[in-house]
């Protein structure tokens, strides 16, 4: 990672990668002067708020190095997020920025 400009966080079983990325306390001060590019589970991970898919878990706390609130896959036929953990989301209280991605749009975010 020391070496590396871009660094791409892959989508896939956000729970796993989470786990993995715990495992490196500093992860944020890492990141710095890099590209940080994720992807589904990828972006849930850098946010400190995200969606669930499944019904038993709705709202989940991510590692919090963009400090915001995000939905991917918004509206999606394929992989929608359950409506319980949007709505749970939405009305978080929180005053984090809300950011709602439809399957393959993206945002760009500095931090």
Known sequence: MKKADVIFLKGGSTVFLMSVLNNYPELAEKFLGKTIVGSSAGAYVLSELWTDHGDDVHMRKGLGILLLRIVCHYQSELL??????????KDSGHDLELVLLRDCEHQVFLF
């Open 80 to 89: 929608p997020p359950s409506h319980l953990s949007l709505q749970e989301i």
